[in-house]
């Protein structure tokens, strides 16, 4: 079991958690045989023993205090491992969460693609706990049962083996019950939580298209939905408590059994006088202490079904190795002329059937203080271009050579400091809208971080906010229109001053006006860095130095505005509708 | 916190960064609330009606079983007093062991019959009690949707919700405990009232040790679970916004953040387990002690054959169950007061009044003939800011209207009205010459059929999101509706054709894909009429042509309520509205609008391919002229 590894990087504490267990156990088992001996010591006298009330008296109070000094030591004990073992799972836990974190990170584009992001916060959330909790409740427990059964069967088997064995006769129902419901219970698990996430993916939805549902008065086919997907889940879950119910109600029968049929044989040995009353009663009270042992060995059936779930849940994504991450001693991108180049570049995604290639064969150069604008019908790989430079994704053949460099080649962190891309979908994170600018570079002081806001025209908007650079924006702060988010992310861009600027379409929903006066404020920053310009409103990147028509993943034109326009092409039939809507085709 | 951002110019590295990871916003939600809610517990046992009578026989189940348990030492006892002790009486023996089988055969029935009823009804109520938040959400109006966040929806109805399960689920049980601690008192009274009181002298010992241990251990519980919602709203932040964070190199700063957060959780964490196990020692130490004052006491009142030696051997079983009650009973109080603030939360959204519902005498008409007609309609989102003012106009069947203006002059909320998304302030909407308020919700969406500025896609096929809510929609009236969009190509294109899943919400489709698709939904739903509301905005021209031509055909025999970006759609339409401030200043077909001179033809002379990218102040700069003139 890999998740039992983890806690091996604790070994200590697990060690001395288990020595402290197992020291716990033994006292816990002292406890019986006081009883027993006070109940013989109280009944001996009774019967016409030998020693007079005050030695039986005596022997008592010495019984009793051995009896407390017992208590006191497995209370101190058990306190001892109790703590450790929780420490181990939180241990555990908190180096999980890190690792998950940590892993989330290097993970690249592609993986984010295929895999629900509700999915992975379940992860992080639900299955971390299910492992954690395994520490706490399973592990320590199952070593402390052990050893109850363990020495406690040496010991009442070597005080008397018939009853001994009866005693402990439920034991090895009680082992095979739990090893198949372990299996069945883990299997259930997994249904259930994937049912759940279902169930979660349909409401989630739900919400998020709020709009969509109303406008076509859907409530009535979501609320099928809904109720299909919570049956299903219900529906598992009642199979879940049926089989733990089942398990832990026939294990407990099981204990009373053996208990029964220790008192039956118990009281006809006593009867024949082969052992005393105490002795029948040490073996009751050594039952006794394993009923919530034996309870709660249901629980932790449970616990370890679901940890095991869990656990396989985390190793599958902490498993995964990211498919972009350095090459073995990479160096730093060294950025000298600020040239960057597409050679041949072919691109698929991942799970992509046959020729479905996104680019296919891209070649072009860009320098500092030039403008490239790209421009073609959705789908036809713009998009995917901007998202090759900083390596989201990796070329499938061809290279990208930055001043030489085959960008596969150098650290992944100076390529990304090298490279803005202003990208199409802006994320805002809940925190001030000075955090969110600082965001690349959380250092930056605040003259910076005002000039880049300038440059994104949204400085004077910011400042007519109450609380200025300190709103709070993002899920739980003040929301922003498209465009201010857009200009936002601008300016994030920008102050880094990266020596490669791209703008994937992200002036979609900023005025032509605005953006005009972004593009001249940004003059200054550009003039000695190349800016791609990727968007599909020609006002955008009619000034670029060159323009790529990019259809189907190929650049079918190439050229400036007037040589484009001149060609009388694509470019030019989109540019007709665009800008010269009246001389467009008439309808 | 963030330095001021008057600080020097040179970034140092040694000051803390303008940094956070997850939200910085105090906890508003609260995690625990009091102990007794009595609203809460009154809307709650609503939801329990249902099962009355299984929970009935849980609880009678729960009694029975601790009267089972209870019984077992008495059995014990009667087998060591009688059987063993007084005469060694082997039928007797037997007789008790029978007792002691048969006893145990009802704990386990009702053992089995209280779990399995209780998990079960509970499941069940959590479902029904997510599935009524849920329906609700589907009818409160979207003035209250539009406020809220979905992430904050969702731990409502995941969540808060968990938190009641585990609440009712303990609540049984804890009826359990309780009798159990009495029914044990009892019986060690009349056992030996006054052994009996010796023992129970210790419980005072453990309720005080309680009470002055709980306020700090339930802080530091308080305490680990907040630590862990926080780092869990970081980690689903980052996860969110992984693609910012990548692109902007943030990873080894936001791992340290984060790594501040988890290690706070784990200090709470290894606070709280140290003050849980704390108890243990003192629990061991008392019942220890219970027990020392059996043997002492009780062994002496043996000797002077005051007390049976059964009753002795009965009380040393009770004291080493005696303390499990109890512990279990005060570890209710944190349930519970999670229980009360979660059920505050789930009953808030219960209670979110439905502003907008269909009235008892709704009408749902199996056709109407596509008109709709704005009578002097006044509205607003928040009082005192009307967003429309005395709007009338009106859309014989049939035709197409465009809607156009510059941003913020009510075009979205005219559209949203059309579909009673809210209700007007005054004036009335008529839609087939009917009221909307007038007309089901339902039959409403039958009638109108809608295309949203954002393209929502949901989990499900290509075919599957087309079709959506009819699902009476066959394969080709699907695929006719993707070739009229001009969407068929791409989706024949696409690996699996029209049984392509898509992915979360369609990201492996382009944005103007994905409104293709809402469009080839729109054709599919087959509404009188069809609203489109900013749907072209986000299109490039290529897909624009597409759908231009689309456009025609599907508007043919249905009445269209447009609000247009591009000229050629406006061009293109029956008549347009202009509005400026929520007030319509403008209307009239294209050419009588150029020839009018207002603001229309001030707009459409600067020879911008939108409206929308004229600026604010061009428009101020027109206005201001052609009021002036």
């Known amino acids: ?587 | 916190m963030a330095p001021g951002r008057q600080s020097t110019a040179n970034p140092d590295r040694e000051k803390p960064p303008r940094a956070v990871v997850g939200s910085q916003v105090g906890h508003d939600e609260k995690m625990f609330g009091a102990a007794f809610d009595g609203h809460v517990v009154r809307r709650f046992a609503g939801f329990l009606v249902p099962y009355r009578r299984r929970l009935a026989v849980a609880v009678g189940s729960v009694l029975v079983y601790t009267a089972s348990q209870i019984s077992i030492p008495l059995v014990i006892r009667h087998a060591i007093d009688d059987a063993l002790i007084a005469g060694s009486n082997r039928e007797l023996l037997e007789l008790v062991v029978m007792t002691f089988f048969a006893v145990i055969g009802v704990n386990y029935l009702t053992n089995f019959l209280q779990e399995i009823i209780v998990g079960r009804v509970a499941e069940r109520i959590l479902i029904d009690l997510r599935r009524a938040m849920f329906e609700h959400l589907q009818r409160v109006g979207l003035s209250f949707m539009d406020k809220t966040e979905v992430g904050r929806m969702m731990s409502r109805l995941q969540g808060d919700v968990n938190a009641m399960q585990e609440f009712l689920e303990n609540s049984v049980f804890a009826v359990g405990d309780f009798v159990l601690l009495i029914g044990i008192m009892a019986v060690l009274l009349t056992l030996d009232w006054q052994l009996g009181l010796l023992t129970l002298s210790v419980v005072p010992i453990l309720f005080f040790v309680r009470i002055v241990w709980l306020p700090y251990a339930r802080k530091s519980f308080v305490r680990a679970r907040e630590t862990v919602s926080t780092a869990n709203g970081a980690l689903a932040e980052a996860i969110h916004g992984m693609r910012t964070v990548q692109g902007m190199t943030r990873e080894t700063v936001n791992f340290d953040l984060y790594d501040e957060k988890a290690t706070d959780n784990l200090r709470a964490n290894l606070s709280s387990s140290r003050f849980a196990q704390v108890m243990v020692p003192i629990v061991d130490f008392l019942t220890g002690g219970a027990m020392a004052i059996v043997i002492v006491v009780g062994g002496s009142m043996v000797l002077s054959q005051r007390l049976d030696l059964g009753v002795m051997v009965a009380f040393l079983f009770y004291v080493q169950r005696f303390f499990d009650p109890i512990r279990s009973l005060t570890m209710q109080y944190s349930v519970m007061q999670r229980a009360m603030a979660s059920g505050q939360r789930a009953f808030e959204v219960l209670d979110v009044p439905l502003d907008i519902k269909d009235k008892p005498d709704a009408q749902a008409p199996a056709e109407i003939d596509g008109s709709v007609e704005f009578q002097n309609v006044n509205f607003g989102y928040a009082p005192d800011q009307p967003v429309l003012r005395n709007v009338s106009f009106r859309i014989e069947p049939g035709e197409t209207v465009a809607l156009v203006g510059p941003t913020g002059s009510g075009k979205t909320s005219t559209t949203s009205l059309a579909h009673r998304f809210y209700d007007v302030w005054e004036g009335q909407i008529l839609v087939g010459g009917i009221d909307v308020r007038d007309l089901t919700q339902a039959s409403l969406g039958r009638h109108v059929a809608m295309v949203l500025q954002e393209p929502f896609l949901f989990t499900g096929t290509v075919f599957e999101n087309i079709r959506y809510r009819t699902t009476e929609a066959t394969r080709e009236g699907v695929e006719a509706a993707a070739r009229a969009v001009g969407a068929h190509d791409f989706i024949t294109r696409l690996p699996q054709g029209y049984d392509t899943p898509l992915e979360q919400r369609g990201s492996n489709l382009s944005l103007g894909q994905r409104q293709l698709l809402s469009f080839a939904r729109a054709i599919v739903a087959d509404a009188r009429v069809l609203i489109l509301d900013e749907a072209t905005a986000n299109i490039d021209s290529h897909t624009e042509m597409l759908i231009q031509r689309a456009l025609a055909r599907l508007l043919e025999g249905r009445t269209g309520l447009v609000i247009a970006h591009r000229l050629a759609t406006v061009r293109g339409a029956d008549r347009i509205i202009v509005l400026q401030d929520g007030e319509i200043i403008e209307t009239g077909n294209h050419d009588q609008l150029v020839e009018h001179g207002g603001l229309y033809a001030k707009l459409y002379s600067m020879n911008y391919a939108s409206f929308d990218d004229v600026p604010d102040e061009l428009v101020r700069q027109v206005l201001s002229s052609t009021s002036a003139t």
């Open chain 1, 1 to 587: 079991m890999r998740i039992i590894r983890l806690a091996l990087k604790h070994r200590w504490r697990v060690a001395i958690a288990f020595v402290t267990t197992i020291v716990a156990a033994n006292f816990q088992l002292l406890i019986p045989q006081f009883l027993g001996q006070a109940v013989d010591f109280a009944h001996g006298l009774l019967a016409g023993g030998p020693g007079s009330e005050e030695e039986a008296e005596a022997a008592l109070l010495t019984t009793a205090f051995m009896l407390l000094g017992a208590s006191i030591l497995r209370g101190g004990f058990t306190m001892l491992h109790n703590y450790l073992g929780e420490s181990v799972g939180h241990l555990v836990g908190y180096g999980l969460r890190l690792a998950y974190y940590e892993k989330l990170q290097r993970l690249s584009f592609g993986f984010y693609d295929r895999v629900h992001t509700g999915d992975l916060i379940t992860r992080g959330l639900l299955d971390l706990e299910g492992v954690r909790f395994f520490f706490n409740a399973g592990m320590v427990r199952l070593v402390l049962l052990a050893n109850l059964i363990g020495i406690g069967s040496f010991l009442v088997i070597s005080a008397d083996t018939v009853l001994g064995l009866l005693a402990l006769s439920f034991v090895p129902f009680v082992a095979w019950r739990s090893s198949t419901a372990r299996l069945k219970l883990r299997k259930m698990w997994r249904l259930l939580q994937e049912r759940m996430s279902e169930l979660s993916l349909i409401m989630d939805e739900n919400l998020g298209g709020i709009r969509v549902v109303r406008a076509f008065a859907a409530q009535d086919h979501e609320m099928g939905k809904f109720d299909i997907a919570s049956e299903r889940a219900l529906d598992m879950a009642n199979q879940r408590i049926g089989v733990r119910v089942r398990n832990t109600t026939a294990m407990t029968f099981a204990y009373f059994i053996a208990m029964g049929l220790v008192l039956w044989f118990g009281g006809l040995k006593v009867i024949d006088g082969e052992i005393s009353v105490g002795k029948l009663a040490e073996f009751l009270a050594f039952m006794t202490i394993l009923q919530m042992p034996v309870r709660q060995l249901g629980m932790m059936v449970n616990a370890f079904a679901r940890a095991s779930t869990c656990g396989a849940r985390l190793f599958e994504v902490l498993d995964l190795e990211p498919s972009i991450r350095n090459a073995p001693d990479a160096p730093d991108l060294k950025v000298t002329d600020g040239v960057l180049r597409f050679e041949d570049v072919d691109f698929a995604y991942r799970d992509a059937t046959g020729d479905e290639r996104v680019l296919k064969g891209v070649n072009f150069k860009v320098g500092p203080g030039q403008v490239l604008g790209i421009v073609g019908p959705p789908g036809s790989g713009k998009s995917t271009i901007a998202h090759l430079i900083p390596r989201f994704y990796d070329v499938g053949g061809g290279r990208i050579t930055i001043d030489g460099q085959d960008i596969r080649n150098v650290k992944l962190e100076s390529l990304r400091r090298a490279v803005g891309v202003v990208q199409q979908d802006t994320f805002m994170f809940t925190a001030s809208i000075e955090n969110n600018v600082a965001y690349g570079d959380p250092w930056a002081d605040g003259e910076r971080i005002a000039r880049a806001n300038r440059a994104a025209q949204l400085h004077d908007y910011v400042n007519r906010l109450p609380m200025g650079y300190e709103t709070l924006v993002g899920e739980r702060g003040v929301s922003l229109s498209g465009g201010q988010r857009q200009r936002l992310s601008i300016a994030r861009s920008v102050m880094l001053k990266p020596s490669f600027l791209v703008f994937d379409d992200s002036t979609a929903a900023i005025d032509a006006a605005t953006e005009q006066r972004i593009r001249a404020a940004l003059k200054d920053t550009t003039q000695d860095r190349a800016t791609i310009i990727i968007s599909h409103r020609l006002s955008s990147l009619m000034h670029a130095h060159e323009i790529l028509f990019i259809e189907d993943g190929r650049v079918v034109e190439r050229g400036s505005h007037e040589e484009l326009i001149a060609a009388g092409g694509r470019y030019r039939e989109l540019y007709m509708l665009q800008l010269k809507p009246a001389d467009g085709e008439e309808r």
